[in-house]
Every structure is written in C-alpha cells, then in structure tokens.
C-alpha cells in the first residue's frame, strides 16, 4: 500500500520560480525521504529528514517535517529546466527499514 | 563508488512468457530490495531481502513472482507466467545496514522495463 500523498500531482512553474510540493502520510515513521526521478530513469535520493528533525537543506532544496500532522513539504528554489521530473516522498516505517512511496508529483520547469 | 547495477534494461514478452531480471547490489550494502513501478504511479515494494534472507514479501505475488539472493549479494527476480498488467519497471536498491536505522539511504539502480503484449 502507499503510505504517502504528494500535492499536487503536476505542477508547472517557469524557471527562477520556486517550486514547493507536499507529502502526507499516515503512520508513524523513522524517517521521510525525497527522491527525484527523470522520464526514463531510476531513482535519485535527494534527502532525508529524521522524524526528530524539522526542517534541512541541501543546496536548493528546503525539507520540513511536521509529524504532529504527519506532513512534509519540498522547496526547491530558483527553479532550473533541468529539474523538471517527478518527485517522490517515501516513509521508513519504525519496524523495518521499509520505504513506502506515494504516487509523486510531476514538476515541469519551462526556460 | 559503482550503483546498484541492473540487467536486462529493457524487456518485451507475450503474456504467459517467463522473465527474469537481475540486480547487483553496492558492494557492501547488506540489504537489497525489489520495488515494482507502474506508469504514473510510485514504486510498490514487493520484497525485501537482508543478506540473503527474506524480510517482507507480503506485496509479492507469489503465485508467479519469485526472487531469490544467492549468497547474499546479487538477486534474481522472476515473472512466470506474465500477465498484461505485469507491464511496469522493476527497480532494484539496495542500502549498507541491517534494520533498523534511521539514516538508511537507499540507493535505486536504472530499472528493467517489461512489456508484456
């Protein structure tokens, strides 16, 4: 089953646009991680948030996590053609190190 | 440091046809993991392996899927017989420690791609 919600499901921004996406899942988890996958491609792990951490950064990329509403949100700033892919969130469960995806959101960065 | 390495890329079968998919793991990394993606959605997990045991294969149809990780580094996925709805990529990833850990990252191979016709 998939644990986590992305919204929206497609968003479509114009480059130098910052770019935010939320997840929410249902469980408790041991942490949330965010991947970005190009049309064709695997998955790339972009970062991962412990459940007792509530924002970081990497680079362009912004991460909070709320647990008490079971949500996380992604910022990417300064938005680039080259982001444009679809990105996931993926919860670790607290028993096994288990990633359960949501259905993803497609990010499309127009020069 | 090498990827989660994956064979064949891509695959095209007619239904009730069997497949097999292979995965090599990053050296070292004691847990490995099967996910089935299906377009426009995310990856469903349907096993888990840590060396060479099974940790959860709850989501894997059993009746025609199989898998197996023989010495606890490479593993084999197995398709008999295919249906249509099989259609979809198959990812493979694997991460370094036995669960449970909180800094757990997984790193995901390039994918095989079946089509089944």
């Known amino acids: 089953s998939q644990q986590g919600e992305e919204d929206p499901q497609a968003l479509s921004i114009q480059e130098g646009e910052n770019a935010t996406m939320n997840c929410s899942y249902k469980t408790s988890i041991n942490n949330l991680q965010w991947y970005r996958q190009n049309s064709g491609r695997g998955l790339v792990h972009l970062i991962l948030i412990r459940s007792n951490e509530r924002e970081k950064h990497s680079g362009r990329l912004r991460v909070t996590l709320d647990t008490s509403k079971k949500s996380s949100s992604l910022l990417i700033t300064a938005s680039r053609a080259a982001d444009t892919a679809s990105y996931f969130c993926a919860t670790m469960n607290s028993g096994y190190s288990t990633l359960t995806f949501g259905k993803g959101t497609m990010l499309l960065v127009s020069p | 440091e090498a990827g989660v390495a994956q064979s064949p890329r891509y695959k095209i079968i007619e239904k009730r046809q069997s497949v097999a998919f292979w995965c090599n793991p990053i050296?070292?990394?004691?847990?490995l993991y099967w996910y089935q993606q299906i377009l426009g959605q995310g990856p469903k997990l349907l096993i888990q392996f840590q060396n060479n045991g099974v940790v959860d294969d709850s989501q894997l149809p059993k009746d025609r899927f199989s898998a197996e990780r023989l010495k606890g580094v490479d593993s084999t996925l197995k398709i008999q017989p295919a249906k249509l709805e099989d259609s979809a990529v198959y990812l493979c990833?694997?991460?370094?420690?036995?669960?449970?850990?909180?800094?757990?990252?997984?790193?995901f191979g390039e994918g095989s791609w079946l089509t089944v016709v």
């Open positions: 050296s070292g990394h004691a847990t």
């Open positions: 990833a694997s991460s370094l420690d036995v669960v449970p850990k909180s800094g757990n990252t997984i790193y």
